[in-house]
């Protein structure tokens, strides 16, 4: 049968080889790869000479039309949001559903679903952000939700509206393991950064600046630790997201390095900002706040580390898009204290071009990690791989065509979200997605976007458990005690 489409004469990268090849795509999948591939039926190609030939991206932590804690609606829709992901080499995008405490998690799935049927333009899965873990939810809603193909879940150690004490924390994860979902953890320290917020407010330091003093190191490091430990506990995966600090990376390594089911993420603004953008003039620092806060010149070391070392298996954009005005950065005034800036900075469609250039073009990892980092570690850790996340005989057809050697200076004008503004203005990358096809069709070609929206489709996650390709197999529980083996039963509380 004749393809539909074919990809001539590009380098195609996976996270595992280079190669050259043809793809010949058919429905929307990879049917072919190799030399000299047939012509398509109507002659349809696309000549990738000099190209490099890529998974599409998966952006695997973004807000998309949520509600903050502080009742702030995000500056991007499913449209906006996915068309700015598209542009930037993405073809899925895995936000949250997110509960606000009170709500019934399968309401709250169906509300996001309504908002991302009608309008993304690529593909999309949802992680669950749980608040409020009662006995329905932990009992009845969630092992639902997990059949239905919702199998990862974001928890807080901090955000009053969000956080879960250890004790829920300790339930939510002894479900996960149960029913084989991968829980992700937002860990810093929630007193010890009210404390010092109160201090700082107390003393008349009101600057943006002073988020980065309040969201102190040590928060991150302590609650990173603690979280480790609490899945220690249950010898459940983890996942900590948003690691800014040299220090929770080492406490993330150090389990690793204990045959620990412990991963990683961190995000461009921890490559590539640091607290020092928070003291840009007036209340241009807003523009940056963000939890945890960008640090300095050796945590982005550090961050660039772990990214090559394996520590960290995902790098997302963490886009949590508001604007810099009333609706948005400066809801609560033009001057606003630090706590009262809405957290958050936008980033997904420069995710994958900053990571090319500064890593690949600089040598600090090479196109194999890239390609890990951008899509595939993401689709194996989330349950979409490989249907999505490679490109493989089989594999849908999400593919970014990059080219290795195109200059371009970011700026938010040519940007595609609703954000007004780039943490990253001014700033020249070496290297871009100029043609993305999702399922087969080529949605952004010459700079103009070509997707109905609705197009994009939910994708069901499967079990978590796909975690396990990337980690040892998990050993049982003490059918007795129900705790980790290494757990001792005159450990543990009777
Ligand atoms: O500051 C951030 N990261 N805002 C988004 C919400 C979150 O915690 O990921
Ligand atoms: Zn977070
Ligand atoms: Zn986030």
């Not at 010949?24 to 000099?50: F, K, P, S």
């Not at 983890?238 to 390594?253: D, K, M």
Request: net charge negative.
């Amino acid at each position: 049968m004749a393809f539909d489409l074919v990809i001539r004469n590009g380098t195609v990268a996976t996270a595992a080889d280079i190669f050259a090849a043809d793809v010949g795509i058919r429905e929307g999948r990879v049917a072919a790869l190799g030399e000299g591939l047939e012509t398509a039926a109507d002659g349809r190609e696309i000549d990738a000479t000099g190209k490099l030939v890529l998974p599409g991206g998966i952006d695997s932590h973004l807000h998309i039309e949520q509600l903050s804690g502080m009742g702030l609606m995000n500056a991007d829709d499913f449209y906006s949001g996915t068309v700015s992901a598209a542009f930037g080499g993405n073809t899925t995008i895995i936000p949250f559903a997110a509960q606000h405490r009170g709500q019934s998690l399968r309401d709250v799935v169906k509300d996001y679903h309504e908002r991302a049927a009608a309008k993304a333009v690529i593909d999309y899965a949802f992680h669950l952000i749980i608040s409020d873990p009662t006995e329905q939810v932990l009992g009845q809603e969630l092992p639902a939700l997990i059949q239905d193909g919702y199998t990862s879940f974001k928890v807080y150690t901090t955000y009053d509206m969000l956080r879960l004490d250890d004790y829920q924390m300790l339930e939510v994860l002894a479900l996960a393991r149960r029913e084989g979902a991968l829980v992700m953890v937002h860990a810093e320290n929630h007193e010890v950064i009210r404390w010092l917020g109160e201090r700082l407010l107390a003393g008349g330091y009101r600057a943006p600046k002073y988020h980065a003093v309040a969201h102190a190191r040590l928060a991150e490091s302590e609650a990173t630790h603690r979280v480790i430990a609490l899945a220690e506990l249950l010898d459940v995966p983890l996942l900590v997201v948003h690691v800014s600090t040299a220090e929770a990376a080492a406490e993330i390594r150090r389990a690793q390095d204990r045959g620990l089911k412990i991963y990683g993420e961190t995000c461009p603004q921890y490559l590539f900002l640091t607290a020092a953008d928070l003291d840009r003039p007036g209340a241009e620092g807003a523009m940056f706040c963000c939890s945890p806060p960008p640090r300095d010149a050796s945590a982005q070391e550090a961050m660039w580390q772990a990214l090559a070392n394996d520590t960290f298996q995902v790098f997302s954009s963490d886009h949590a898009p508001y604007r810099f005005d009333e609706s948005g950065k400066l809801a609560h005034g033009p001057e606003p204290d630090f706590k009262h800036v809405a957290n958050g900075v936008p980033g997904v469609e420069v995710r994958l071009p900053l990571l090319f250039s500064e890593g690949v073009g600089k040598g600090r990892i090479d196109l194999n990690r890239f390609v890990a980092l951008a899509a595939t570690n993401a689709a194996r850790l989330y349950g979409l791989y490989p249907r999505k996340g490679t490109i493989a005989v089989g594999s849908d057809a999400d593919i970014a065509i990059w080219d290795p050697l195109r200059e371009v200076e970011i700026g938010a004008a040519m940007l595609h979200d609703n954000v007004g503004y780039t943490p990253y203005e001014g700033r020249r990358v070496t290297g871009w997605p100029e043609i993305v096809l999702r399922r087969g069709k080529v949605i952004v070609a010459d700079g103009a976007l070509d997707a109905e929206r609705g197009s994009g489709a939910f994708q069901p996650c499967a079990s978590a458990e796909a975690a396990k390709p990337l980690g040892r197999p998990a050993p049982e529980l003490d059918p007795e005690t129900n705790f980790a083996a290494h757990i001792q039963p005159e450990d543990s509380p009777t």
